[in-house]
């Protein structure tokens, strides 16, 4: 079993239809949740960036970690055709050495149909 | 542009051949990383840079990989004897010392023939 699961989709909703996509973690030590944009052929792209429990707030984003669930969301509001893209979820946790890197899931992939 | 570059970004090879991918991270930032992505999954990572100091390396690093980082500057990653499986996405991310959030480069397209 993967450290980090989500759902590869894909994913297709109409412009301005409000999306969530979610992350299940087993890392309890998992400390700092990112979510990742990937266009096609291009490298990833930070969008959200959050430290433990909580919501973070960012223009159409909002990101939400639940630690006692090990789930983490990411909603779009009025979502766009240049939203289209794959999304990743990454964590890692806190410390030295191993913990520097980052876990990804596989990636939901995203089409907001015009 | 003043982000993570890498090169070059596509790369065609025959199996058996080696080849040498180069990242230029950030300029003030002292980690890099090294990640690869095969289709429809997400980076996994490979090995971690702080300035020249090779701190991590993965299980997925057999000994036909080598990674390097001389000046804490640029770095490279090589593969010897590449293999068919080895085609994939090189991504290359760097951050600072201080911070947690780590920015990627384009990435290189491995394709062995």
């Known amino acids: 079993q993967k450290e980090v699961e989500q759902d590869p989709g894909p994913l297709s909703v109409p412009e301005g239809a409000i999306v969530s996509l979610n992350c299940t973690y087993s890392?309890?030590?998992?400390?700092?949740f990112m979510w990742y944009r990937q266009y096609s052929r291009k490298g990833p792209e930070l969008l959200m960036y959050?430290?433990?429990?909580g919501n973070k707030e960012d223009g159409r984003f909002t990101a939400q970690v639940d630690k006692s669930s090990k789930y983490i969301s990411l909603f779009i509001r009025d979502s766009q055709p240049s939203d289209s893209a794959t999304y990743l979820c990454?964590?890692?946790?806190?410390?030295?050495?191993?913990?520097?890197?980052?876990?990804f899931g596989s990636g939901t992939q995203l089409t907001v149909l015009p | 542009d003043t982000g993570v570059s890498q090169n070059p970004r596509h790369k065609i090879t025959k199996r058996g051949q080696n080849v040498t991918f180069r990242c230029d991270p950030i300029?003030?930032?002292?980690?890099l990383y090294w990640y690869r992505q095969t289709l429809g999954q997400g980076p996994e990572f490979l090995t971690y840079?702080?300035?020249?100091?090779?701190?991590?390396k993965s299980r997925l690093l057999s000994d036909r990989f080598s990674a390097e980082r001389p000046k804490g500057s640029f770095s490279t990653l090589e593969i010897q004897r590449t293999e068919q499986g080895d085609s994939a996405m090189y991504l290359c991310?760097?951050?600072?010392?201080?911070?947690?959030?780590?920015?990627f480069g384009p990435g290189t397209r491995l394709l062995v023939l």
């Open positions: 991310a760097s951050s600072l010392s201080s911070g947690e959030t780590q920015y």
């Open positions: 990454a964590m890692r946790s806190s410390g030295l050495g191993s913990a520097r890197q980052l876990t």
């Open positions: 890392n309890s030590a998992f400390q700092y």
């Open positions: 300029s003030e930032h002292n980690r």
């Open positions: 959050t430290y433990s429990s």
């Open positions: 840079f702080q300035n020249e100091a090779q701190l991590e």
